[in-house]
C-alpha cells in the first residue's frame, strides 16, 4: 500500500484529530492488506487479473525488488502450536488432536514499502504456518482488525485507484479516497475501528483475526462454518504510538527474553451468519472453542530466516477445513502466488548477477 505520510506528527494533535487521520490512512493502507487475482472465472479476462492487481499494488507503494507486493516489512518467528483437543470435535485435521504442531510465522505491517515507518498505519498482521506430522500444512493469515474494509474483489480494485498516489504531491486525492467511502457503507465498520484503536508498539500486544469464515470438517462429513482469532496469553504492556523503526527488534527482544503465547479461539457461526463478506462481523454471544495455545519461542531477519520463502496462501489447508464462499480466499490465492513468483524471481536473478560478478 502506499503510505501517505510515513511519519505523522501524531503525539501533537488532539484525540479528534488523530481519529480523522488514522481513518484517511488506514483507509489508503487497507487497499493492500489483501490482494486479488483471477480464479475460477469471476475475473474476466483482460479486465483484472492477479498480474494487473499486483502491478497496482506496486504503482502505488513504489518496486522494491525481492520484496512481497504487500505487508514488504515484517520479521520472521517460529514455535509450536499446543493443541488441547476441544476442536477436534469439529475438525478432523491432526493438529487439533492434543499434539505439538510447529509453526513457522511472520509478523509485518501493510503495504509494499519495506522501509515505510512503522507508526504510519495501526494495522498489524500475523501469518502462520502449521505443519502436521503427516506433512499437510495449514496456513493462515490474520490482521489486528476485526473486520477488513471492502467484501469483493471489485470493491478492492475501486479502492486501490482510489488511493493512487498523485504524481504532483505524492498522496492520494483526498477527493477520490471520500468518493471511495462515500460509495462503499460497507467499509464503515472497518473505519470504525479505526478510529478507536491506536497503533501498537509491539506486536505481542495485539490480538488477530483471521477476517475470512472457513469450515470445519468432522469425522463424519458435517460442515462447521468458522472463524478465528489469536488472543495474547500474556499481560499486555503499555499501548502507545510506535515510532518509525521499532516492531521487530521490540518482539525480537521480548522473545529472548521468553516464549510468547496466544490462545487460538475459534468461534462457531449459527445459520444465517454471513460466510462470503469479511466486512461484517457475527453477533456476540457465538459458542467460541479454545483449541490451544501458539507460541513463539525465536525471532529471524526475514532477509533469511525461515518465513521468506513460504508464500502464506490462505488456500493451502489440511483435511478437515475448507474455504468458503468468500470471494476474497481465490483472489489473495491468485495474487499472493503472482507476488511470490516476482519476488523469488528478482532474488534468483539478483544471485545469479551476483555469481557473474565474482572474479
Excluded at 505481542?204 to 469450515?215: D, I, R, S
Aim: hydrophobic share 40%.
Amino acid at each position: 500500500m502506499s503510505m501517505p505520510d510515513p511519519s505523522p506528527e501524531i503525539p501533537s494533535l488532539t484525540q479528534p484529530q488523530r481519529s480523522a487521520r488514522w481513518a484517511l490512512i488506514a483507509l489508503a493502507v487497507a487497499g493492500s492488506v489483501l490482494a486479488f487475482g483471477h480464479v475460477g472465472g469471476w475475473l474476466d479476462r483482460g479486465r483484472l487479473t492477479p498480474q494487473r492487481i499486483v502491478d497496482d499494488l506496486q504503482a502505488n507503494a513504489g518496486l522494491h525488488l525481492g520484496y512481497r507486493r504487500n505487508h514488504a516489512k515484517g520479521v520472521c518467528v517460529s514455535g509450536y502450536f499446543d493443541s488441547n483437543g476441544a476442536a477436534a470435535a469439529y475438525s478432523k485435521a491432526a493438529l487439533f488432536a492434543p499434539v505439538r504442531t510447529p509453526v513457522s510465522g511472520r509478523f509485518a505491517i501493510p503495504g509494499g514499502n519495506p522501509h515505510a515507518a512503522d507508526n504510519s498505519v495501526p494495522i498489524r498482521s500475523f501469518a502462520l504456518r502449521f505443519t502436521q506430522a503427516d506433512g499437510q500444512q495449514w496456513r493462515t493469515g490474520m490482521n489486528n482488525s476485526p473486520v477488513f474494509a471492502v467484501a469483493t474483489p471489485k470493491a478492492f480494485h475501486a479502492q486501490l485507484l482510489a488511493n493512487r498516489p498523485d504524481p504532483a504531491t505524492g498522496k492520494p486525492d483526498p477527493a477520490k479516497q471520500a468518493a471511495f467511502i462515500a460509495a462503499h457503507p460497507e467499509s464503515a465498520p472497518f473505519l470504525a475501528w479505526v478510529k478507536q484503536h491506536r497503533p501498537s508498539a509491539s506486536y505481542a500486544t495485539e490480538t488477530f483475526y483471521g477476517l475470512n469464515a472457513f469450515y470445519f470438517i468432522d469425522r463424519s462429513g458435517r460442515r462447521q462454518a468458522v472463524r478465528w482469532r489469536v488472543v495474547p496469553d500474556h499481560p499486555p504492556a503499555a499501548d502507545a504510538a510506535a515510532g518509525k523503526d521499532v516492531l521487530d527488534a521490540e518482539i525480537t527482544r521480548r522473545l529472548a527474553q521468553g516464549p510468547l503465547r496466544w490462545r487460538l479461539l475459534v468461534t462457531l457461526a449459527a445459520p444465517g451468519d454471513p460466510t462470503n463478506d469479511a466486512t461484517r462481523a457475527w453477533p456476540s454471544g457465538r459458542p467460541e472453542i479454545d483449541a490451544g495455545t501458539v507460541v513463539l519461542q525465536r525471532s529471524q531477519p526475514q532477509d533469511h530466516g525461515e518465513c521468506r520463502d513460504i508464500n502464506y496462501d490462505p488456500l493451502v489447508l489440511p483435511d478437515g477445513i475448507v474455504a468458503s464462499d468468500d470471494p476474497l480466499l481465490p483472489a489473495r490465492a491468485a495474487a499472493y502466488a503472482e507476488s511470490y513468483r516476482r519476488r523469488t524471481r528478482e532474488e534468483a536473478l539478483g544471485a545469479m548477477h551476483t555469481r557473474e560478478q565474482q572474479p
